[in-house]
């Protein structure tokens, strides 16, 4: 069963053109459960693009539910028993993908940690829950049993079959984390790609605009339909292609419906959001692929991104 989940190391692939100069360095990593890599222009060196990594590896092990050092960890072991104070930076992410929560009627979820382990998408054997199980958990996951004290920094989840998990926003978040500390030591140019979150900072070196790939979810690795143009910019793609296990010939992916704790079934293949701000592009893109064409269209509107969506029937909608 493990072998038939599919991780899309490489869901997009960035045009970086050889006729580029200087001559970029590229550095790979596995975090995040994903391929990441880091691409820098003109000031870039292996020592520094591993530094770049370092900062980014502490970040991703801060908001990992499964790093037993993390805070993420100890506010789900807490769950149903007492509020756990955070630091500053990871009380904020908390708070903004709540936030994202209400304002995406509910299609984000970050609550829904418990119904992925039960279906066991990451695990040696994942399988199709119990409807009893899903019903259970699906009430659980109601965004009110997370609660905030703005002043005392605390989390806490209310009811104890409820966890957290920041898997649709961390990459994104990490992304612009990265993007942030690039700037700060002078980069230019560069290209950020953690597992289909893309952000792009500056303009290729010959001033036009990055070229980002964007995934066939009916390729493998690397085959694209499309592309975008962006400098300054996320670019960050979801699709059920991703991540996905194959039971009694059926498949299913790992993103959830929050109204069913079931895969979304909607009539997109892969949405990918473009926007300057790393997290909500990474948040949106999640939403929007439950949410179906019609509804994420009003999304992207409401938040003033734009976005590109593959619909099932192999239809482009560029917003
Ligand atoms: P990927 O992690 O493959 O880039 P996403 O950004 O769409 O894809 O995030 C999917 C991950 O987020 C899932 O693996 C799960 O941990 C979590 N998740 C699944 N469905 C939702 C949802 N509706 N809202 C928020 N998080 C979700
Ligand atoms: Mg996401």
Redesign the pocket.
């Given at each position: 069963m493990k072998d038939c989940i599919k991780i899309s190391c490489l869901a997009l692939m960035v045009l970086l053109l050889a006729s580029c100069s200087p001559d970029p360095v590229t550095g790979y990593e596995f975090m995040m459960d994903t391929q990441c890599s880091i691409t820098v222009y003109e000031r870039g060196d292996e020592a520094f693009i591993d530094g770049t990594f370092q900062f980014v590896r502490q970040l991703a092990s801060r908001l990992d539910r499964y790093d037993e050092s993390s805070e993420i960890f100890r506010i789900n072991a807490m769950a149903g028993r007492e509020p756990v104070k955070v630091t500053g930076q990871v009380f904020e992410l908390i708070s903004r993908a709540r936030d994202l929560c209400e304002d995406t009627d509910g299609?984000?979820?970050?609550l829904?940690g418990n119904i992925?382990d039960l279906w066991g998408?990451t695990s040696a054997e994942p399988h199709v829950p119990s409807d009893e199980e899903l019903a259970e958990l699906t009430a659980a996951a109601d965004i009110s049993n997370l609660v905030l004290n703005e002043e005392d920094q605390t989390v806490y989840i209310a009811d104890e079959k409820a966890s957290l998990?920041l898997?649709?926003i961390a990459?994104g978040y990490a992304s612009q984390a990265a993007a942030d500390y690039l700037r700060s030591q002078g980069v230019e140019k560069a290209v950020i790609n953690f597992?289909?979150n893309v952000y792009c900072i500056g303009t290729r070196p010959d001033s036009s605009p990055w070229r980002v790939g964007i995934q066939n979810p009916d390729t493998e690795y690397g085959g694209y339909f499309t592309t975008v143009e962006v400098s300054d910019c996320a670019v960050v793609t979801?699709g059920g292609y991703?991540?996905y296990f194959i039971q009694d010939g059926v498949r299913y992916h790992?993103?959830?419906d929050?109204a069913t704790g079931r895969p979304a079934d909607s009539d997109l293949a892969s949405v990918s959001i473009i926007c300057e701000d790393g997290a909500l592009a990474?948040a949106l893109?999640?939403a929007c692929?439950?949410a179906g064409a019609d509804k994420a269209e009003e999304l992207c509107r409401k938040f003033g991104v734009s976005a590109l969506f593959l619909t099932q029937s192999g239809e482009v909608i560029r917003i």
């Open positions: 299609l984000f979820n970050i829904m992925s998408f998990d898997g649709a990459k597992g289909g979801s991703q991540r790992h993103i959830l929050p990474d893109s999640t692929f439950v």
